[in-house]
């Protein structure tokens, strides 16, 4: 059964920084796409940053230049680097991993930014 396991979030000031880890395991076969969604209370989730098998990244518009995936997902790692954070983004995130039509969760990690 595949499971995500993320780890790094917590509480941080408003201008620092948090790394978020994902771990994916009981999986054989290669993803095509590892990435990061966020939900704040009372909002859909939305995408934060992805990253396909080829290397290439997408990204919210709200966190350019200020956040960066990276990882190995032959390796089913994934991390996000997020700085300057602002109180806006306070949410619970969770990993997601696809495999053509199949979409996995991890359980979430809490980031609070305080003001």
């Known amino acids: 059964q595949v499971q995500l396991v993320e780890s790094g979030g917590g509480l941080v000031q408003a201008g620092g920084s948090l790394r978020l880890s994902c771990a994916a395991s009981?999986?054989?076969?290669?993803?095509?796409?590892m990435g990061w969604y966020r939900q704040a209370p009372g909002k859909q989730r939305e995408l934060v940053a992805v990253?396909?098998?080829?290397?290439?990244?997408n990204y919210a518009d709200s966190v350019t230049g200020r956040f960066t995936i990276s990882g190995d997902i032959a390796k089913n790692m994934v991390y996000l680097q997020m700085n300057s954070l602002k109180s806006e983004d306070t949410a619970v995130y969770f990993c997601n991993a696809k495999f053509y039509s199949n979409n996995y969760w991890g359980q979430g990690t809490q980031v609070t930014v305080s003001s």
């Open positions: 009981g999986i054989i076969f290669r993803f095509n796409e």
């Open positions: 990253i396909s098998s080829d290397g290439s990244t």
